[in-house]
């Protein structure tokens, strides 16, 4: 069975070109995008006209809005998800959110929560840029004492990171393998807000934005952009590696994250549900 599905989109960058393009060759059955907005109206106009079936150019969130979609999907940016999407939760609007990062504030994140029971609509986090979300979160009920994530990347990755850039470190100079922090989660979706939304969505999954461990390496061999995740835990021990592909238009953004974002429409819209 399909469920129809009228969505919106915030943010007229990589991921929404993505899912224009895949709902435009049918590839999620049942959803329709009425409408997309970007702070830069170049941007959205362009989405627009590039890829038709009806597609709205929005002027403003308000117009956006206006349009009364089921689901509002974030493709945006951090501060795009306080910006908008409580007010979009008010209205009984469901929510998708790709920078999950900004969760790691955790009154926004009660807030969301709690505005999503009031209303009866869902927040979807998609796994984006790593996957084995679901076997993370199937072991939760059996403890887990360690989660790990290494996120490794060119050293170009990480330009204008706020770490980088209050550190003044000088990317080209980068030579070598180069841990450039090791921490919580917490700090490290503040210090590398665009990388490592992934660290977000495994703490929300897991055990937490305290908890959850983020190793940053900086490597000028490395031609892909990688995740290995560790887990130890009541269950026994998990292992995974995520060597990514840049997006073709964004390479900061894994073409993983766009396919995961479709793949989460895709479900949404049907009533076969595969994996937790
Ligand atoms: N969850 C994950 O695993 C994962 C993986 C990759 C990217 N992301 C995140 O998803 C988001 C979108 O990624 P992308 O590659 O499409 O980015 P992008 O840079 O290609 O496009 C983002 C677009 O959003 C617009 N924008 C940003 N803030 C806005 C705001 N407050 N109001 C209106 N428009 C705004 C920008 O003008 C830009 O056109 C980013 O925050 C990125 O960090 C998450």
Partial sequence: MTRPLKLCIIGCGSICKHICGSIGKGNVPG????????????????????????????????ELLSLEPDLMVEAASQSAVSEYLITALERGISVMIMSAGALSDDV?????MQLSEERQCDVHIPSGAIGCLDAIRSAVSSGISE?????????????????????EIDLSSIKSETVLFEGSARDAVLLFP??????????LAG???????VRVVADPDAKRNSHEIHVEGGFGSMHFIVNNVPSPDNPKTSYLAALSAVESLRNICSSFHVGT
């Avoid at 665009?194 to 969505?201: E, F, G, L, M, Y």
């Avoid at 055990?207 to 461990?213: A, E, N, P, S």
């Fill in 31 to 62: 959803a329709v995008i009425l409408g997309v907005y970007d702070r830069n109206p170049e941007r959205s106009e362009s989405v627009a006209s590039d890829f038709g079936g009806g597609i709205k150019a929005a002027s403003s969130f308000d």
């Fill in 108 to 112: 926004l994140l009660s807030r969301i």
């Fill in 147 to 167: 989660v790990v994530i290494t996120t490794r990347k060119p050293p170009s990755g990480f330009e204008g990171s706020k770490y980088v850039v209050d550190n």
């Fill in 194 to 203: 665009a990388n490592v939304n992934v660290a977000a969505s495994l703490s």
């Fill in 207 to 213: 055990i937490g934005f305290d908890r959850t461990q």
